[in-house]
């Protein structure tokens, strides 16, 4: 760990009770992040996880910085689930209503909410997520993205895209996942585009200055005259 040195001496000093016979001196040192830092030694990152962004060669920032989306999901048109027309991709804002598990005969598991954005209630479902219904509660506030659907009559999204925001915020909602276009990475098992934007999102500000344009100055000076 050379982000740390532990120094030990036997004995007591003015500074320790007389029952004191060994003092530990941690020093800490803070090296600011850059892109070799090992994705390794950021906080969160257990050592599962690490190797699954092992299996992507995600080892590093710069590496996690540099893995491109494949795609862009198109979520940047908001409207109303009144307004919306069967089969359009949109971004609704709304509140929950209900949520719970159903689990079905051949061991799956439907995470069902009932959503309304104030003009008509929409049915969400998701599959194999039992753990949302510890990060939605009823009564939080989100915004989705998907495709609009009717199943059995009712309007429904499937496994829409999902964020909570405050109503009341003054400068808007900062999306990350719903009302833009959203990247869509590269994964692996239980490694989502989620999971990957946030990072990306957390870390980009820190190493921002340690990026280098490839494109000479003079083009870029003409590209933004």
């Known amino acids: 760990m050379d982000n740390f040195i532990s120094y030990c001496r036997i004995g007591h000093t003015d500074f320790f009770t007389a ?34 962004l092992s299996r992507l060669n995600l080892n590093t920032v710069g590496d996690l910085i540099y893995h491109f989306p494949f795609r862009y999901d198109d979520f940047s048109q908001s409207t109303t689930v009144r307004d919306a027309q069967i089969g359009q991709v949109v971004t609704l804002q709304g509140e929950i209503w209900s949520i719970a598990n159903i689990y079905t005969r051949y061991g799956k598991v439907l995470t069902q909410a009932i959503f309304n954005d104030g003009t008509s209630p929409l049915q969400l479902t998701w599959f194999n997520q039992f753990w949302l219904t510890k990060q939605i509660q009823v009564g939080d506030r989100l915004q989705i993205s998907g495709k609009l659907t009717k199943y059995k009559s009712k309007l429904s999204m499937m496994a829409p895209q999902w964020e909570k925001y405050l109503p009341t915020s003054d400068v808007g909602i900062q999306s990350l996942h719903t009302g833009r276009l959203v990247p869509v990475y590269p994964e692996t098992a239980n490694l989502t585009s989620k999971w990957i934007r946030t990072k990306i999102a957390s870390l980009l500000p820190k190493v921002l200055d340690k990026i280098v344009d490839p494109l000479p100055e003079k083009i870029r000076d003409d590209m933004l005259n």
């Open 19 to 52: 029952a004191s016979s060994y003092c530990f001196v941690i020093v800490v040192f803070l090296r600011k992040m850059d892109l070799k830092t090992a994705i390794s030694s950021l906080s969160g990152i257990s050592s599962l996880l690490n190797f699954k």
